[in-house]
């Protein structure tokens, strides 16, 4: 399975862009990029995916290298809420597409 | 909708004894997943169902646990025998699948049940 790696954690400001790396040099043409979120002790949530084109919504934005061998997510304005470990992960097509790899992801710390 | 539901949200049990766990996907979700979480492992898929059916349980860490799916409101993972390092949180997920590949669907998640074998 592709694999993901990700920075163990990182820190951001109250009301600041936040950009959350992740490196997937192994992904295939097929592969969706999704992210999820685990809140402290909370299921993880999804958060945005996408396959080529950058994506926003009401949570995020997804920006996909043009290679596809890295993405980032960013959150606008980040909020003591989105204090969370974020998960950077590969959907591929077929048989394991159910079958999520989550990794360590990325822990956010959000400053006040 | 309530969303996921599980129970009991904490269980402390002492080595040996049997643990079930018990899973209420979302209504109308024809996939289910059991997840494990540790601070060791991070998120581990144990085992999912596909309209009740078992499709892939090569997570599932030993015989000693085992998964049922009796009908499509209702999953339960149990553990006989505990042991304390089958402590970790246990999490439950559904989703809607739309002809086979929609990379759209989300999978649920439920709270978790947090297991603590002495």
């Known amino acids: 399975d592709a694999k993901t790696t990700q920075p163990n954690s990182m820190e951001s400001n109250e009301e600041e862009p936040v950009h959350l790396p992740c490196n997937h040099s192994?992904?295939?043409?097929?592969?969706?990029i999704h992210w999820y979120r685990q809140l402290p002790s909370q299921g993880p949530e999804y958060v945005i995916h996408?396959?080529?084109s950058n994506v926003n919504n009401r949570m995020a934005s997804l920006a996909i290298a043009e290679d596809r061998k890295s993405s980032t997510l960013i959150l606008h304005r980040a909020t003591l809420r989105d204090a969370a470990v974020y998960y950077c992960?590969?959907?591929?097509?077929?048989?394991?597409?159910?079958?999520?790899?989550f990794g360590s992801g990325t822990k956010l710390n959000v400053k006040p | 909708d309530a969303g996921v539901i599980q129970s009991p949200r904490h269980e402390v049990t002492e080595m040996g004894q049997e643990v079930t766990l018990r899973c209420k996907p979302i209504?109308?979700?024809?996939?289910l997943f059991w997840y494990r979480q540790t601070m060791m492992r991070g998120l581990e898929l144990l085992i999912y169902?596909?309209?009740?059916?078992?499709?892939?349980d090569s997570g599932m860490p030993e015989d000693r646990f085992s998964a049922k799916m009796p009908n499509a409101s209702f999953s339960t993972l149990k553990i006989q025998p505990s042991e304390p390092r089958d402590s970790a949180v246990y999490f439950c997920?559904?989703?809607?699948?739309?002809?086979?590949?929609?990379?759209?669907?989300?999978?649920?998640f439920g709270p978790g049940t947090r297991l603590t074998v002495l």
């Open positions: 997920a559904s989703s809607l699948v739309d002809g086979g590949y929609d990379p759209y669907n989300e999978q649920f």
């Open positions: 192994t992904i295939s043409g097929t592969d969706y």
């Open positions: 996408g396959l080529t």
């Open positions: 992960i590969l959907r591929a097509p077929g048989y394991n597409f159910n079958k999520f790899y």
């Open positions: 209504s109308g979700h024809d996939y």
């Open positions: 169902f596909n309209n009740n059916v078992p499709i892939d």
